[in-house]
């Protein structure tokens, strides 16, 4: 069957197309080119007028794993707030501060995402993760596999292995757990909290393994470049959230020393200790490194106002958090000694100055980062605030009126704290189109997603434009996922099942015997069980195919 | 208006008392018996007898039955005057902590009703911290308690009393023609009085002998005694005994309202003249600074009509 | 009798959230208007016209008849009025109340007055499981009001309660104020296994000893607290046998605890 989307406005900044009208053509979920004279066309969608896009990319969203369903457990108050009754193809669900995973589907889907990568997937957890994932309809999923807080790699950096071992390591464990990418949290902190440390900086020894997080770093960075893996190493940095960070944040982007890393939720890692209240902006500090490191991408990890969840893999900083948890109630544990896992509920408020002052380093950065291909609208749902607030982000970033508005209704040191009220930069949709679709697909290494050439999949929006960039982002007209058309105006039109991204770097397969030994003695399963098969990690994941993207050796 | 009026023979000046806006609460004592109340209510209410010095006026307003009571022990109310809700405050927290708590099987209970109270006093819920920690509050019939753990037991303290607008300095002066008369015009007085709600007498026995003037020729005093009234400065000063007069002595109401001082007053000056001139009682007279201190004027005359 | 009367007249094909039909919503509207209101069922609605015989005024009283259990949520966070069920009244009625009065002249299912702030409800017959706590996820069960049952409550009652009232003349289920933190409990039957388990603080008065006393509430010995006798006498409108245990002299036996959660909670127990 061949579709026409016809007469639309297309954006693709991967190819480098900026509002130009043009015909689309859609042939067995993927675009293709115009057909020649006299070929059938057997559907036109009439977009003149519209703006076309990709579909929209989330690099970092947390929607599978231990922690996200630790956060559904604990805060079932909030989905009965929030209820999503079985509406035409949907299922009844529920929103509310942890979405279950159908929601997290149908309202990216209806908001024009058509694939989203869950940031932290701990390998032992990886099963249930791609399970949370699989259950989640609609869109493309993949997700980054934890290392630098495993006893496994820990030890292997401590007795000075050869970095062609950690190499195999880390890509053993692409392989085995499905994974699209590898990203560390709070480098070796994780594992130094079980030793009793609570807080552990770039440069610190690690109490047991006496290794620093700028050796984590340089291996783990080392690795992905060797491996070729597309996406950086995905870093959730030192510090997250502690007045005084942006300091640990700049040595971080030192240690990768000039290989490629990307830093995510930037804001919670760029603050000073300016100020009666020890808290400020670093927002400046930061971005002139990252304008000055071609090396770094960014994502933001924008904060909004209202209730959430902080769901995270750094347990160190989750458990200094937990006397913020409003309502009263949070959980840290351990996950088979694998990593860590906080959960604590929070209520961001504008009154607020730590709050407002967050909200104003997050647009900092959005606006002060000058290259839109390096940097990333995320909110760390549900951290900073649930993805189904990007509209009104996106309106932010391209509304300096309605961004100044906002500012003046915070705590007013928000705006004397910051230099938001300053900054004039407006996102233009081209900008928008990178950041959300070219730029996410281009790190991850998916050739055939975030653009609209010939040979991509068919992940298409079609949005009628609108002064208000919120109302124009929150309900496209139409969403093709594969080449169906999934949502129209914000409302779910069919409920289909996404692909799962993965990469698998060349390794030498003996690791094997070091690390089966290693499972005999210190694991809970074994090194076969552990092992997440294609065929396994399809059925689990309910994916109708797997795409592997390729990696190239970048060393 | 009548420019002379006598009650049992005895002489009424036209004229009135002046009294003065303040803030009162009532707190009720109850104990195993009434033994133990009075003795609670005695030292909640001791030294209390005028605000400038003391802080408060206070005194027992009545003693109560079981059938009176909130937890159907005997009881004593008590009545405090302050000028504000915040000097209240003050010494309600340290009256009830000082001698309520600390008397034996005693409880405390607010007592001014719901639709009369202007500010609230916070009084178990000040006291609740003497507890240290083990310190319980309990809802009944939508009325917050505290149950402090004390060496008998439990110590019940109703969270908060009320406060309600009151009068205080309601007055009136028997002139008599020797201590002894006065004296005993007094007692009957007081006797006459104690059955009535809504006021108390905050000075002792429910008495005063050092009637006192604005001013003083020492400059750092602001009252002085009331020199024409002292029967040994006849003589020497401008006096205002009549003669035959060598003994005065005052009784001062404090009260929730205005009719309650005047009954009070009517009560005590009818009860003072009992048995007239021949029990050496002369006159009745009233206190006032000329009217422009306080608002409440209370004319002995319509008081008595 | 004066107000509105709805009166079921089948089975609805699944449950219905009742939440809805307050007084103080339909409260001047006319029949007509009332027929028309969709009510959420399992993924479908239906009118009320559909599912009651609708009559009378609509007042700030509501009597709903002929109630199968099939209705869920009826009174939810009334604030006023009167509420009138008859029959079997269906799981978290009168949820989160905040001042209406609810009369159930039958059973309710589970989650009684569950979260209620303020009002009160009164059932003739049995409650189900978690009557008077809150709702799974939230940190305090009722905060608040009356909740009077005459027969028998089921497992759970006033778990988490924070303030209130809950006071039943039949039996309670197991884990009777389990994890309560403040509040009054009175239970003329007797009480299952675990009452008290976890409570922080709180009052639990029990007129008969119960199945089993958790190992982790110390005797505190008997005692004859004025403040137990002014609550006990306060419940004296609430019908004789509440009349009769006020009435009892002697104080009672008092256990502490749960020693288990560092809670200073009192069990009192009639001997």
Redesign the interface.
Same mark, same amino acid.
């Given at each position: 069957m061949l579709t026409r989307i016809a007469g639309g406005r297309v954006i693709d900044p991967a190819n480098g197309v900026n509002d130009v009208i043009r015909d689309l053509y859609v042939r067995d979920g993927v675009i293709v080119d115009a057909p020649r004279d006299g070929e059938r066309i057997d559907r036109t969608i009439d977009a003149a007028g519209m703006i076309v896009m990709a579909g929209a990319i989330d690099l970092h969203t947390h929607i599978g794993g231990g922690k996200v369903n630790i956060a559904r457990a /604990? /805060? %079932?108050?909030?989905d009965?707030l929030d209820p999503m %009754? @079985?509406h035409g193809v949907c299922e %009844?669900c529920t929103g509310g501060a942890a979405p279950s995973t159908l929601a997290t589907g149908y309202r990216y889907a209806a908001m024009g995402y058509t694939a989203c990568f869950e940031p932290a997937m701990l390998p032992v957890n990886a099963r249930q993760a791609h399970m949370e994932m699989g259950d989640t309809p609609i869109v493309d999923k993949g997700a980054y596999a934890l290392l630098g807080n495993d006893d496994f790699f820990l030890q292997l950096l401590a007795s000075g292995a050869e970095q062609r071992e950690i190499d195999d390591y880390v890509a053993w464990t692409l392989h085995a757990t499905q994974a699209a990418g590898i990203k560390v949290v709070n480098a070796g902190g994780i594992s130094a909290f079980k030793f009793n440390a609570r807080s552990l900086d770039v440069d610190g020894e690690h109490p047991h393994y006496r290794v620093t997080p700028r050796q984590v770093l340089g291996a783990l960075t080392r690795a992905i470049d060797g491996l070729g893996v597309p996406h950086p190493l995905h870093v959730h940095g030192s510090n997250l959230g502690v007045p005084g960070n942006a300091d640990s944040t700049l040595a971080t982007i030192d240690a990768a020393e000039g290989r490629r890393i990307h830093l995510t939720h930037l804001q919670f890692h760029s603050y000073g200790t300016e100020g009666d209240r020890k808290f400020s902006s670093a927002a400046q500090r930061i971005a002139e490194k990252v304008n000055a490191s071609p090396n770094v991408s960014v994502d933001v990890g924008q904060i909004l106002f209202g209730q959430t969840v902080t769901c995270s893999g750094d347990s160190m900083m989750q458990h200094r958090n937990a006397r913020h948890a409003r %309502? @009263?109630?949070w959980v840290v544990m351990d996950i088979e000694c694998d990593a860590g896992c906080g959960v604590v509920p929070f209520r961001y408020r504008d009154r607020d100055f730590v709050n407002a002052l967050q909200w104003a380093i997050g647009l900092e950065l959005f606006l002060l980062v000058r290259d839109p291909w390096r940097v990333f609208l995320t909110t760390d749902h549900p951290n900073g605030g649930p993805f189904w607030s990007y509209p009104h982000l996106i309106k932010l970033l391209m509304d300096r009126s309605f961004r100044n508005e906002v500012l003046s209704r915070l705590h007013p040191e928000a705006a004397t704290s910051s230099t938001l009220a300053s900054l004039e930069r407006e996102y233009s949709l081209y900008e928008i189109a990178i950041m959300t679709r070219a730029a996410p697909a281009r790190i991850l290494g998916l050739a055939d997603r975030g653009h609209l050439g010939p040979g991509a999949a068919a992940d298409i929006v079609v949005y009628e434009p609108h002064s208000d960039p919120e109302v124009q982002f929150t309900a496209p007209r139409y969403v093709f996922k594969d080449g169906t058309v999934v949502a129209e105006r914000g409302e779910i039109k069919a409920v289909t099942a996404g692909s799962i991204h993965v990469v698998k770097p060349e390794f030498d397969r003996g690791i094997e015997r070091k690390l089966d030994d290693w499972f005999r003695r210190h694991h809970t399963q074994s090194l076969a069980s552990f092992k997440i098969s294609d065929e396994e990690v399809c059925v689990c994941g309910r994916a109708p195919k797997l795409v592997t993207h390729a990696c190239t050796h970048r060393g | 208006m009548a420019e002379s009026l006598t009650v049992s023979g005895v002489p009424v000046e036209n004229t009135f008392a002046e009294a003065f806006g303040m803030r009162a609460t009532r707190i009720v004592i109850t104990a195993d018996s009434l033994r133990w109340a009075r003795a609670a209510a005695v030292a909640a209410t001791g030294f209390a007898t005028s605000v400038i010095a003391c802080g408060c006026e206070a005194g027992i307003e009545q003693e109560l039955d079981t059938s009176q009571t909130p937890d159907g022990r005997p009881g004593v109310s008590i009545l405090i005057f302050g000028m504000s809700a915040k000097d209240l405050q003050k010494q309600v927290e340290r009256r009830v902590g000082q001698c309520i708590l600390t008397c034996p099987t005693t409880a405390a209970f607010g007592g001014i009703a719901r639709d009369a109270a202007k500010e609230w006093l916070a009084m178990g819920g000040a006291l609740r911290y003497f507890g240290d920690g083990y310190q319980i509050s309990k809802l009944v019939g939508g009325k917050r308690y505290w149950r402090l753990p004390v060496m008998d037991g439990e110590f019940l303290c109703e969270e908060r009393t009320a406060t309600m607008k009151a009068i205080g300095g309601g007055n009136f002066l028997i002139l008599a023609r020797d201590r002894a008369s006065a004296v005993a015009a007094t007692e009957r007085a007081v006797e006459a009085m104690t059955p009535l709600w809504n006021v108390i007498l905050p000075f002792p026995g429910g008495v005063v002998r050092s009637g006192s003037k604005v001013g003083s020729r020492y400059r750092a005093l602001i009252a002085s005694t009331n020199d024409a009234y002292c029967p040994t400065l006849v003589g020497l000063v401008k006096t205002a005994l009549p003669a035959g007069v060598n003994a005065v002595l005052e009784i001062v109401i404090d009260g929730l309202d205005v009719p309650s001082i005047a009954l009070a007053m009517r009560e005590g000056i009818r009860a003072a003249c009992e048995g007239g001139e021949d029990a050496g009682v002369f006159g009745i007279t009233a206190g006032n600074y000329g009217g422009k201190l306080g608002p409440h004027h209370f004319r002995l005359h319509e008081v008595l009509a | 009798m004066s107000g509105l009367r709805l009166s079921l007249r089948a089975r609805p094909p699944a449950r219905v959230d009742g939440s809805a039909l307050l007084p103080e919503k339909l409260q001047g509207q006319t029949l007509d208007a009332i027929r028309r209101i969709a009510l959420p069922g399992w993924n479908e609605f239906h009118e009320v016209g559909e599912l009651f015989e609708v009559s009378g005024e609509a007042t700030d009283r509501l009597q709903i008849d002929q109630l199968d259990g099939s209705f869920d949520r009826l009174g939810a966070l009334a604030t006023a009025g009167t509420l009138v069920l008859r029959g079997q009244a269906g799981d978290l009625v009168g949820e989160g109340l905040r001042g209406a009065s609810i009369e159930i002249e039958g059973a309710a299912g589970d989650y009684l007055g569950c979260g209620m702030r303020r009002g009160r409800i009164e059932v003739r017959g049995n409650a189900g499981h978690f009557a008077g706590s809150g709702r799974a996820g939230e940190l305090q069960g009722m905060s608040g009001g009356t909740l009077l049952v005459r027969g028998d409550v089921g497992d759970r009652a006033a778990d988490r309660m924070r303030r209130g009232l809950l006071l039943v003349e039949g039996d309670a289920g197991d884990y009777l104020a389990s994890r309560m933190l403040a509040g009054t409990v009175v239970l003329l039957g007797r009480a299952a296994g675990n009452a008290g388990y976890l409570m922080r603080r709180g009052t639990v008065v029990l007129d008969q000893r119960p199945a089993q006393m958790l190992p982790t509430f110390n005797a505190n010995g008997r005692q004859d607290l004025l403040a137990i006798q002014l609550l006990l006498r306060s419940l004296g409108g609430e019908g004789p046998r509440f009349s009769r245990l006020a009435a009892r002299a002697g104080g009672f036996e008092r256990w502490l605890g749960d020693l288990a959660a560092s809670g200073q909670g009192e069990l009192l127990v009639s001997f």
């Open positions: /604990l /805060l %079932p108050e909030f009965r %009754p @079985a %009844p %309502p @009263a109630k | - | -």
